[in-house]
């Protein structure tokens, strides 16, 4: 193949095959031959700018100084290159690899290797790379499967996505699908069940019901409008699962809201307040503030510095109420700390321990501690000991047992 086609500045003209490369100029409009109309090159399409071809465009490359329309499929063998403008493809796009500066838009389905543009991409079909680095916006309408995703503004996918890597500056809007790693730094939503390995954003997340994955780590809220498996989260403001959460462990540095059960195999830390519908399970449970719940069963400690609200009561081998703390429902441990004018109801325990000015029901243990200025409103009963500090009071003297209530 040798020389180039040349076709000058502001003309139109029909074409069918070009053996060799096509040099277009300034504000031409290019009519493709054949049914559908279609122009094929075997080499180059060198595009001055403020190009139309009307029809489908084969070639071996494309490049271009300005916008670039195609009204039609573009189909090229090697590299797409848009220089300080814009490409619209009104059908399907092809190629290995693409560089646009400004806008790339396809109507179509996009199929690429490598896709790098430095303002906007829309596609209306579907996606299919290895990669996608847009400096502002990619919006797709159809399906998305690509290896890594990095957007610097944001990401919008009205399909199921299929992605490795998804990394985006501000937010990210996808309805469901699996994508390993989420790195977003504002906001992300799944509106339909997600599959992931690990979220790690910087605002909100919001996922709908029967997502599943790993680690998830939010510096602001994560809301859950249904089920989730997890591994782990980790988020500094507040969460909220709609339905059932099934994971390792949970920190929270907020509030926690579970409308069903909470079943963590490691340790539920939460700041201020957690609030779980049904039973919650872990193998460590602190919270600074509030704990609500039907029911809750630590395997080791339950530490809660305000009030702990169950109607099923509390289950652990230690229980420790903070400083003026309240437990509502009853408590069953090997080991109890009352905090110092704490109120309790009734503590079944093997060893019991009412620091000063605290206030309690009824206390079943087998040694019973019970400091200065303490108050039992109901009965004590003990198997091995009770030791009694000064200004005690009780409804009814202590009794040793020779079997405590269960």
Do not use: W
């Amino acid at each position: 193949m040798n020389g180039e086609k040349v076709i000058p500045s502001r003309s139109a003209i029909a074409l069918d095959f070009v053996e060799e490369d096509l040099r277009v100029g300034k504000r031409v409009t290019i009519k493709g031959m054949g049914q559908p109309p279609t122009v094929k090159v075997s080499g180059t399409v060198y595009c001055e700018g403020d190009n139309t071809f009307e029809g489908n465009l084969l070639a071996e490359n494309l490049e271009a100084e300005d916008n670039v329309t195609i009204k039609g499929d573009l189909t090229v063998e090697n590299s797409v290159e848009v220089e300080d403008g814009r490409l619209e493809v009104y059908g399907n796009m092809v190629a290995r690899t693409v560089d646009v500066d400004e806008v790339l838009y396809v109507r179509g389905s996009l199929e690429v290797g490598e896709v790098d543009v430095g303002g906007s991409l829309k596609v209306d079909g579907q996606v299919k790379a290895k990669s996608v680095d847009v400096g502002g916006s990619f919006k797709a309408d159809g399906e998305v499967n690509a290896e890594e995703i990095d957007v610097g503004g944001s990401v919008s996918i009205e399909s199921k996505v299929e992605i490795t890597k998804l990394d985006v500056g501000g937010a990210a809007k996808v309805h469901g699908g699996k994508i390993s790693e989420v790195n977003i730094g504002g906001s992300f939503e799944s509106t339909d069940p997600l599959e992931f390995q690990s979220i790690d954003v910087g605002g909100t997340v919001k996922l709908a019901s029967e997502s599943k994955g790993g680690e998830i780590e939010v510096g602001g809220s994560l809301q859950v409008e249904g089920n989730l498996e997890f591994s782990e989260i980790d988020v500094g403001g507040k969460v909220e699962i709609r339905g059932s959460g099934k994971g390792e462990k949970i920190d929270v540095g907020g509030k926690l809201e579970v409308k069903k059960s909470l079943t963590l195999t490691e340790d539920l830390e939460v700041g201020g307040k957690a609030e779980i519908d049904d039973e919650v399970t872990a193998r460590n449970i602190e919270v600074g503030g509030v704990l609500r719940s039907r029911k809750a069963t630590a395997e080791e400690n339950v530490e809660v510095g305000g009030l702990i609200k169950t109607a099923e009561g509390v289950i652990a081998r230690f229980v420790e109420i903070g400083k003026r703390g309240e437990v509502r429902g009853p408590i069953r441990a090997k080991q109890v700390i009352i905090g110092k004018g704490a109120r309790v109801e009734d503590v079944y325990c093997i060893e019991v321990l009412l620091r000063s000015g605290a206030h309690a029901q009824n206390v079943y243990g087998e040694t019973i501690t019970i400091e200065s200025h303490s108050n039992v409103i109901g009965e004590v009963q003990y198997t091995k000991e009770i030791i009694v500090g000064e200004h005690v009071s009780f409804a009814k003297p202590p009794q040793k047992v020779a079997k405590l209530p269960s």
